[in-house]
């Protein structure tokens, strides 16, 4: 594509190595600039008073009057090739989010239209930003009992680290057998699975073994955030070299210190961390915490962007322990601390036990049987008014009226107490109408 008088590439999805070595280098340059500005205080104010000063005293080459549109909209414009490069290696990133959450199909036809609801209910409980920024991924896997980082604002309220799951060829047999069970049930869209939850995957001294294997099996390395980039460089290094390597996008880096992110920036060079998020956590970062788990009662409500870093709809897995649950992000809160619903739990010893659990957990119908007698979520409520009815919470509501449905307050009035059957013959509404509104509002999440 071609901008004025320079060319901007799309490299994050293709992995583009056809860019020259300038290109890439200026882009991770102005990343880094926004990594530093939004995570160090100091550099922010001296970046303010000299801007020159500060850029020179955190290496970056980069010419200052450039970068403002960064950090100031008011900036004028027009944005240099190098911010306009930057800012399109965000938005593809962005587009490639929003394309796993949107297009993302699982095998299974229940699990499918589940997870669907739970993107839709999740749409309406979470903040806007939250809800958008998960993309409902259909497993994760820890492969210890605990975390050794031991984070304050753990918002899965991570224990102390008690056990790791060794790469033994007992284990990686299950392991793969694991993976296979669950490629049957979620499909090609299991390769967006990762290996952690309140675990840090570098924890694991196999965790690369495992990688593998789940590569072998799915053809996609997954993942990785971790809070430990800092603890064994080398081995991080070699890490993102290997998924990289292996096709993988885009990796993570946790870090709760403006020292970590001196740290971080000091042994990995800005090319080396381009596909590299840095999720501030620290203090002095314009970054805000999510109030989830341990955090949900130790921060300013204010300073919270989010209440759930839940992101599975699907299984969630602790290889040390055998265990598979059913989860779905929740806005954190007393029912569930820790940003999620368990739906249900499971030990396996198996593959084929594990089929058998999964087997019944996905047997739910994709879409509500005749029989069922449709509920509203437990947040909702649902208010009558002489032409149509509203579906609320104490924040927000939606109003359906007759030309969503000829009867629409009368159905309303009945939710709860008759079948989808019986609703159907008794409104005068032709039945298929009133089956397809009812449908409709199970599939916008509406009932439990
Ligand atoms: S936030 Fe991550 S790294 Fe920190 S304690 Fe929780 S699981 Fe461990």
Redesign the pocket.
């Known amino acids: 594509m071609l901008i004025q008088d320079f060319e901007i590439h799309p490299i994050f999805r293709t992995l583009s190595t056809s860019v020259s070595g300038d290109y890439l280098r200026e882009l991770a340059l102005v990343k880094r600039f926004c990594e530093i500005y939004r995570g160090d205080d100091t550099f922010r104010a001296g970046w303010h008073s000299h801007p020159e000063a500060a850029l020179d005293s955190a290496g970056l080459a980069l010419p200052h009057e450039q970068l403002w549109p960064l950090v100031d909209s008011q900036a004028p414009g027009p944005l240099a090739p190098a911010v306009s490069r930057y800012l399109a290696f965000q938005q593809e990133k962005l587009a490639w989010r929003e394309q796993l959450r949107s297009q993302m199909r699982l095998t299974s036809p229940g699990l499918d239209a589940w997870r669907g609801r739970q993107i839709q209910r999740c749409a309406w409980q979470l903040a806007a930003g939250n809800a958008e920024a998960i993309f409902h991924p259909p497993a994760a896997f820890e492969l210890a009992r605990g975390?050794?980082?031991?984070?304050w604002?753990?918002?899965?309220s991570?224990p102390k680290l008690a056990d790791l799951w060794p790469a033994s060829p007992e284990n990686r047999r299950l392991w793969k057998e694991t993976l296979e069970v669950v490629f049957e049930f979620c499909g090609p869209a299991a390769a967006h699975s990762f290996l952690?939850?309140?675990?840090?995957p570098l924890d694991n001294p196999d965790y690369e073994q495992f990688c593998l294997d789940f590569h072998a099996v799915f053809g996609q390395f997954p993942q990785t955030t971790?809070?430990?980039a800092g603890r064994d460089p080398e081995r991080t290094r070699k890490l993102l070299r290997l998924s990289q390597a292996h096709g993988c996008l885009l990796n993570r880096f946790?870090l709760?210190s403006k020292r970590q992110l001196r740290q971080v920036h000091e042994k990995f060079s800005p090319e080396e961390l381009l596909r590299v998020e840095l999720i501030l956590q620290n203090k002095e970062s314009l970054g805000a915490l999510s109030a989830a788990?341990k955090a949900l009662s130790r921060i300013d409500p204010s300073r919270a962007h989010a209440t759930t870093i839940a992101c599975v709809s699907g299984f969630l897995f602790n290889m040390c322990e055998g265990r598979v649950r059913w989860v779905t992000p929740y806005p954190s809160g007393p029912q569930y601390p820790d940003g999620y619903k368990v739906e249900a739990e499971a030990h396996f010893e198996s593959a084929a036990q594990l089929r058998e659990v999964l087997a019944g957990w996905c047997a739910l119908p994709a879409r509500l049987p005749s029989g069922a007698v449709p509920r509203w979520r437990e947040d909702l409520t649902a208010t009558l008014e002489a032409d149509a009815f509203r579906v609320h919470d104490s924040q927000r509501g939606v109003r359906f009226d007759r030309s969503w449905h000829p009867q629409a307050p009368e159905l309303a009035a009945l939710i709860g107490e008759k079948s989808v059957g019986e609703l159907a013959l008794q409104l005068a509404a032709p039945a298929a109408e009133t089956v397809l509104a009812l449908q409709r509002l199970y599939q916008a999440g509406l009932f439990a």
């Open positions: 975390c050794s980082v031991g984070c604002f753990c918002g899965v991570a952690y939850w309140a675990t840090d971790t809070a430990l946790s709760s788990g």
